[in-house]
């Protein structure tokens, strides 16, 4: 009976010792290393707030135009006598690039100019009858003076019509001298839409198209619409690369050289002109770019981790400790780049802010020897 009852008991020690060794298992420790690990993942990182420089850039597509280019119409109605340029043609500014007869001008001009020679012997009548009667005033009695009043009146009505002759002739010689159509600038001709003997004239009354196009292309306007967000950016002399589809493994540069200053009402995009050197004539207007535009914050903007940004569905914010608990503070955030983010908001600089912002983390939670 003894050796039952210790047979008993030994079975029972033996269970205690087998729960005691279950309970220190493999298992029982790797779930007690995770729960050591969750209480150390709620301790909270963070960081000093400061200002600093954010560096980015964008990719935004432009277009290359000439950086001058001119209709060339024919001022008044004519014929084409003689074309001297053609499409292709390089010329210079003054050059002569098209020659029109109009027979009638010269009629004109030729009426003209006997009007003058009239006047002009009018003219020359009424001053020497002046001159005589001057003279002769000049003895007490021989002339009175309304005669010599009227004398001079005439003499200065006389000049006063030579002077309007003069115009008019000027004027038919100055519209002649338009049957002459010369280049503005130098360029070259990009566009010819007639061909001699064409009856051509100001646009509506003769062709409707231009006699010529002519461009200049030794210098292009690299032209691009900035978005609205990146437009306080932007300044004169910022260095750009670009490139064309034409010549892939090519990258062109230039600097910005003109900012519209105002937002296009449709597009809410600011166009900036670039100048782009063509000496070479590799690029051609109307080709499409892909603009590289190098974007340099303010210094004085702060600058986040943008995983220390929280975007909740109450808005964003980032979450500052102060007096040993977490504040959600309102901010609106900048432009983002390399994992950083500018930030802007009621901030003042060397805050500490968490550096990994959860929902999880609460308005107003007390910290609790939580920071690391």
């Not at 900036?272 to 499409?288: A, F, H, R």
């Amino acid at each position: 009976m003894k050796s039952y009852r210790f047979v008993l008991l030994a079975s029972g020690l033996f269970s205690i010792a087998c729960l005691f060794a279950r309970c220190t298992s493999p298992v029982q420790k790797a779930e007690a290393e995770n729960q050591k690990t969750k209480e150390d993942d709620t301790s909270l990182e963070t960081f000093k707030l400061s200002k600093g420089q954010l560096s980015s850039s964008i990719k935004i597509p432009g277009e290359l135009i000439a950086y001058q280019q001119v209709d060339l119409y024919a001022k008044v109605n004519s014929f084409v006598k003689k074309l001297h340029a053609d499409v292709g043609s390089v010329v210079s500014a003054g050059q002569i690039l098209a020659t029109m007869e109009a027979p009638e001008l010269n009629s004109q001009l030729a009426g003209a100019e006997s009007r003058l020679k009239s006047q002009e012997a009018v003219y020359l009548a009424s001053k020497a009858t002046y001159q005589r009667l001057l003279e002769t005033s000049k003895t007490p009695g021989t002339v009175s003076q309304n005669d010599l009043d009227l004398a001079l009146a005439k003499q200065n009505s006389d000049l006063a019509q030579l002077k309007a002759a003069q115009a008019a002739f000027r004027e038919v010689g100055d519209t002649r001298n338009y049957l002459e159509i010369r280049a503005p600038f130098s360029g070259i001709i990009t566009a010819r839409n007639v061909s001699t003997g064409a009856y051509v004239g100001p646009s509506g009354k003769g062709s409707e198209a231009p006699i010529f196009t002519l461009q200049e292309q030794n210098k292009l306007r690299l032209v691009v619409s900035v978005p609205e967000l990146y437009s306080a950016y932007l300044n004169k002399q910022k260095e750009v690369t670009f490139s064309v589809k034409a010549l892939p493994n090519e990258l062109f540069k230039a600097k910005v050289a003109r900012l519209a200053g105002a937002l296009d009402a449709r597009l809410r995009s600011q166009r900036i002109e670039m100048d782009v050197n063509n000496s070479g004539k590799q690029l051609l207007p109307g080709m499409i770019t892909e603009v590289e535009i190098p974007l340099t914050g303010n210094e004085n903007n702060f600058v986040v981790p943008t995983e220390a940004v929280l975007n909740s569905t109450l808005g964003t914010y980032v979450i500052k400790v102060e007096h040993d608990s977490t504040k959600w503070v309102p901010v609106s955030v900048g432009r983002q780049a390399d994992g950083k983010s500018e930030v802007f908001g009621p901030l003042d600089e060397s805050v500490q802010l968490v550096k990994l912002a959860t929902e999880e983390i609460r308005d107003n939670e007390p910290i609790n020897g939580k920071l690391n």
